[in-house]
Structures are given as C-alpha cells and as structure tokens.
Antibody, heavy 118, light 107 residues
C-alpha cells in the first residue's frame, strides 16, 4: 500500500524558516517524480514544487521560487521542502504527492499545516 | 500561467442524477488533464488522468473526456458518497495549475 506521511509543519514568524518532510513507503520511491502541493481556503489548491526521480530536475511556483528548496533522499525514501523567508501567504496545508502519468498526482499524504504569524 | 476555469462553481443535485462538470484551460494542455475528488478533512483523490483514464479503484460511473482546452468529467449516476468538491489540474507545463473547483452538493 502506498503511504505518504508529512511532518515538520508548525507555527513560524514571518521571515522564519521551516523544513517539511515526507516519508514514503509501499512503492519504489526512486522511480517516481515527487511533488509538494498546498491548499488554503481562499486560494484553493496550488502546486508548489516538483523534483524528478533522481533529483536532477526541479521546478517551483513563482510564488516560492528563490525561497523554497525541494530535495529527496532516495536511500531513505524521503522528500523534503526547505522553506525560508516565510510570508503570511505561505500559511497553508502542505501535501506531499507522488507524480503519476501525464504529471498527475496519483497518491497524496494527509498534509502538514504551516502557519506563518507573528 | 495556464488558467483553468471550472464551471459551475456549485451544483445542487439528487442521488441518481447525471452530473457533467466542465474545465476550460486558457492554453492547450493536449491530454495532460487530471480530475480529483476531495471530501471535507481529506486529501484530494485522483479520479481521472490523461483526460479520460480512470485511476486505480475508481468506479466506472466516473468518466472523463476532452482534449486541448475543453474537458468534461461525467458521473453517470450520483451515489451518496460522490457529494464532494471536484478539481481539474493540468500537467502540461510548469507551473502546474488547478481549477477553482466545483462543489457537488445534495439538493
């Protein structure tokens, strides 16, 4: 069974940093692209970042480019998102999602909440 | 950025009815279009990928069609568990984008 479990969320002040992690199990992790997607009540679902199977290619939403860094550890089947210079607009539920066919997201974790507030 | 527009925003229907949801892209995405279902307190669940292929375990009452810029998700006969929010998503180019969602509610 495919499982994705996010961790690392919390409350952080504007300008602060946070590192999210996603532990994967039940599939060959190093075969798949992986993604971060966030959701807020006001802005809906927003793609944040993608990393390809070997970490050689990454992509970011303009809203996080230069502040967020996606990485992966295939040996330990884990995905990470290092978030710096956090802003109020980054407050959201952050999901880890496996890349599926035609760049769909075929499995999702339950998410971890990030709150940016002073 | 490729903007996805879903319509209508809300549908009020009864179990057993046929549902047709629309998703229109501002630029062509070929068939790189997926549909998701989300219930309160849950993560989105993939229903359809590549515009018309059902994901693993998705019932046959769900079907997708379209290509280019216009896409449709059809539920042939609504079951009680189908009342939820439905999102489309394009995977043609970065940034990947989602539509604003259609809420299917009980009439």
């Amino acid at each position: 069974e495919v499982q994705l479990v996010e961790s690392g969320g919390g409350v952080v002040r504007p300008g602060g940093s946070l590192r999210l992690s996603c532990a994967a199990s039940g599939f060959s992790f190093d075969y798949y692209d992986m993604n971060w997607v966030r959701q807020t009540p006001g802005k809906g679902l927003e793609w944040v970042s993608t990393i390809n199977w070997n970490g050689g290619s990454t992509g970011y939403a303009d809203s996080v480019k230069g502040r967020f860094t996606i990485s992966r550890d295939n040996a330990n089947k884990s995905l990470h998102l290092h978030m710096r210079n956090l802003k109020g607009d980054d407050t959201a539920l952050y999901y880890c999602a496996r890349g599926g066919s035609a760049s769909s997201f075929d499995y999702w974790g339950q998410g971890t909440v990030v709150t940016v507030s002073s | 950025e490729n903007v996805l527009t879903q319509s209508p925003a809300t549908l009020s229907l009864s179990p057993g009815e046929r549902v047709t949801l629309s998703c229109r892209a501002s630029q062509s995405v070929s068939n790189y279009l997926a549909w998701y279902q989300q219930k309160p307190g849950q993560a989105p669940r993939l229903l359809i990928y590549e515009a018309s292929n059902r994901a693993t375990g998705i019932p046959a009452r769900f079907s997708g069609s379209g290509s280019g810029t216009d896409f449709t998700l059809t539920i042939s006969s609504l079951e009680p568990e189908d009342f939820a929010v439905y999102y489309c998503q394009q995977g043609s180019n970065w940034p990947f984008t989602f539509g604003g969602g259609t809420k299917v509610e009980i009439k």
